[in-house]
């Protein structure tokens, strides 16, 4: 087992039944009555949550009744734990707040120089402004498209798919326009503006400029057994190639292959073994340097659309020559693409627990208050929402995404969806959240069971390896958001599960049904 630590959007959950109950009650020992003592949990969930992989851990859940504000479960609902993703919640949610569900982040080219004789005699500045799909998400009736699982986790997750559309369609639709605004060439080049905001998350760059989610997609096919298996790269953007070494193997053999990496000069590596009888595997490759990516994928779509362009197009991306934001903004603008809504924006991140994203409304937000490192952009998550009526107290955020270190109570999470359940755009924010049994990262979660359909909720994983013992920790499974319950009843609930246990990988796909198990049984007793 490696030491490298996993993080995704699928259900987080944790342990020990304290809390609202006068007493503590652990795991293995009886189980209180049917309507889960004075804590309200239905014999069902208490079931699930008695497990043996659970009982060094402990669950926190909250319940509340969003018509009539009866708290139907409290068990150590006011008790900070660790949510993971469900911290999505809280950072899309603000933007949500700002910028309502129908905003628009525009992408612009300015031209720095005059045109004459459908010459450009300067150069083409792309503007990242912060849309992270950029096209390369939009279905033909306008919606974002994503997979259930997303090529974002395709390295720590088996399973992960491609959706159809093209990840350059932004770029090339931003060239056309060039075109058609009457330039035919460019006596410069092309800088890509990526000054609106700088930061990381994980170790990774956070950009305002996106391409198919700054990842390069590598997709291995299986030959046949003792060949060479056929490796594809999307999107396909000079200097950038696959040196593969992934050979095939007979049919049913066990298989693995490495993560890509880059070796130098676009070259990236990726080697191992495929069984002749797999589905083909995604795996992905992160980009150190989006700009630099980008302003070549720049060129070539201009090249595709007929505009031709001087300098190097494989060269480093610099804004060392552009004027300061503002002047830059103020250029005339031969080209503009319109992002997704805001709410199809956060459909997507909220669908697939797209961390970078979730991330990218914290440097929106900075930026939109006039620090450029992202630094103020959890300040301003908390001026939002304790405009909004939250007491910001029960929750501690390090980033927006859900990585070790934030923290919430069960609690806090329902007021989150009790604030957001009575704005007139309630059954838009609803609807990017995962359904269980449906879609995003609950769609195999709980799918036959009389409460698929009826749960929206954002889910959270933290998982780390336990070198002693050779298996996982599941440092959080959680899951929270609103339900139909059988009754009738709308509901806004958490669910928090700390310190659990899993022999395997499959152990924590089974972690993820144990959460939603709960939240099916919650539905259906109340």
Known sequence: MTRSILRWGASALTIAVVGAMATACTFGAPAPDASGGDAGVPEAALEVMNQPQYANGRWLISVKDLDTGEVLIDLDGDKMAEPASFTKTYSVGAAWLKWGPDYIITTPVKRMGEVAARTLNGDLVLVGKGDFTLGGRTKADGTVDYTDLDHNDANPLPGATLTTEDPLAGLDDLAAQVKASGIDSVTGTVVVDDRLFQGTLDGEPITPIVVNQNLIDVLVTPGAAGEPATVEMTPAVAPWHIVSDVQTVAAGEKFAISNPESTGRGAIAIDGTIAADSEPVLKVYALEDPATFARTAFIEALGRAGVTVGGDPIATNSTASLAAKDAVDALPSVAEFDSLPLAQQATYVMKISYNRGAQAYVCLLS?????????????????????????????????????????????????????MAKRPDADQWRATMPILGVDGSLATVQPDSPAAGKVFAKTGTLLDPDLVNDRYRVNTKALGGVMESESGRNLAFTIIMNQGFAAGIEGVFAANDDVGAVAAAIQQHY
Request: include cysteine; hydrophobic fraction near 40%.
């Open 367 to 419: 930026a939109a208050a006039g620090v450029d490192d992202c630094s103020a952009g959890l300040d301003e998550v908390g001026k939002l929402w304790t405009a909004a009526g939250l007491d910001t107290t029960g929750v501690s955020l390090i980033d927006g995404s859900g990585l070790n270190g934030n923290f919430i109570t069960p609690d806090n999470g329902v007021a989150v969806q009790s604030l």
